[in-house]
């Protein structure tokens, strides 16, 4: 079965430093893939997807994923984090055939003044 | 336009009791998906509709969880003899038809079975 791990529950950073949200998957022959984040007391909202093409994607906020086959691993990462980044993130994995998404347990970015 | 509502936002049980859990999908949407997530843990797919009908309820614990969805819009999920281990945040979540295409999730219904 489909599983996705995100090593880090959380992930305590300085504002403006750099940041990356480990992400793997178990290995399948198509799958796309996804992050989205919580904010507090807030539903879940797609962050950025990995359909197919080039395998950098980016947000409209600054994070950028890039999805690499031969480490089954899609790591999240922002050069310069801001205060409301502050949430949950959590990765995603669909297969081709399939509609269901298979959530990770989720990394707690923290960012601290 | 409006987003996945669900409805209550809170619901506490008792033990043994019968719930009803609502979800509002966007309109238009054909696609409607149930998830639970579990405190310090990700959402696990319950249950996914394609329409009207259940096109796949293999994420279902067990055969007390049950969900409707009559008229290929509004979805119930329904829960007889709750038990503590029910307590959990039930996602909704909608989509067009379409495998590529994003869904949508409600902010959710917290449930706690005391």
């Known amino acids: 079965a489909q599983s996705v791990t995100q090593l880090d529950s959380q992930v305590p950073v300085f504002e403006e430093a750099p940041v990356e949200l480990r992400c793997n998957y178990s290995s399948s022959v198509s799958v796309y893939l996804f992050w989205y984040v919580q904010y507090p007391n807030q539903g879940l909202q797609l962050l950025l997807k990995y359909l197919s093409g080039s395998t950098l994607v980016e947000s409209i906020n600054g994070f950028e994923a890039e999805f690499n086959k031969s480490q089954t691993s899609f790591h999240l990462r922002k050069p310069s984090v801001h205060i409301s980044d502050t949430a949950e993130y959590f990765c995603a994995v669909k297969r081709d055939s399939s509609y269901k998404l298979i959530f990770g347990s989720g990394t707690r970015l923290l960012v601290r003044p | 336009g409006a987003g996945v509502s669900q409805t209550p936002s809170n619901k506490v049980t008792e033990k043994g009791k019968y719930v009803e859990l609502r979800c509002d999908p966007i309109s238009g949407h054909t696609a409607l998906y149930w998830y639970r997530q579990s405190l310090g843990q990700g959402p696990e797919f319950l249950i996914y509709?394609?329409?009207?009908?259940?096109?796949?309820d293999s994420g279902l614990p067990n055969d007390r969880f049950f969900a409707v969805r009559p008229e290929g819009s509004v979805s119930t999920l329904k829960i007889q003899r709750t038990e503590r281990g029910d307590s959990a945040v039930y996602l909704c979540?909608?989509?067009?038809?379409?495998?590529?295409?994003?869904?949508?999730f409600g902010p959710g219904t917290r449930l706690t079975v005391l």
């Open positions: 979540a909608s989509s067009s038809d379409s495998s590529y295409n994003e869904q949508f």
């Open positions: 509709f394609q329409g009207t009908g259940a096109a796949d």
